[in-house]
């Protein structure tokens, strides 16, 4: 699906649950929606906030608060709580289920897709007779780039020690 047919799509769909909820449709909120649209990565809330900032968009925090709460609401966005982390969002719509491995230490968060899982889970659905529609897979470790600089600070601090 190209991007531009699928951001005329989420438009529309927001659009639709707006109306629906009586809600105003401001700029503001069409112009957070393009943005996380327009992103291929996990982010928070202060994150995207800056960015439109940057951007020159008139946006307040608590409309950024207020509209990522919206677009969680009707499955553009997905929220989710990482460990002890603040909460981060990913866009949602036209997008296949995959996993998250999260460093501990830094908070890089990594997408994986791998088929076993879903076999996994239609194998349990049907054992447990369970009509599975989603699942949630996170995975907590230490990253190479976290694992590599650790290493590097407890070699600095044996050699400080041995002098």
């Known amino acids: 699906m190209s991007t531009n047919h699928n951001s005329e799509l989420v438009r529309k769909i927001f659009e639709a649950y707006l109306e629906n909820k009586s809600l105003r449709k401001t700029p ?3 112009a957070i929606l393009e943005e996380i649209y327009s992103r291929d990565d996990h982010f928070d809330v202060e994150t995207l906030y800056i960015h439109m900032k940057n951007q020159k968009y008139r946006v307040s925090r608590a409309t950024v608060y207020n509209t990522l709460e919206l677009l969680v609401s009707c499955d553009l966005v997905t929220k ?3 460990g002890k982390n603040m909460a981060q969002f990913e866009k949602s719509y036209g997008y296949h289920q995959h996993d998250h491995i999260i460093c501990i230490d830094c908070g890089k968060v990594v997408e994986f897709c791998d088929p076993r899982i879903h076999q996994i889970q239609s194998m349990v659905g049907e054992l ?3 009509e599975i529609k989603h699942h949630s897979l996170n ?9 590599a600089k650790n290493a590097m600070n407890n070699q600095n601090s044996e050699i400080k020690h041995a002098s």
Request: glycine share 6%; with cysteine; net charge neutral.
């Open 28 to 30: 503001e909120r069409f």
């Open 80 to 82: 989710h709580q990482f």
């Open 128 to 130: 447990l007779k369970f």
């Open 139 to 147: 995975l907590y470790g230490v990253c190479f780039d976290c694992t």
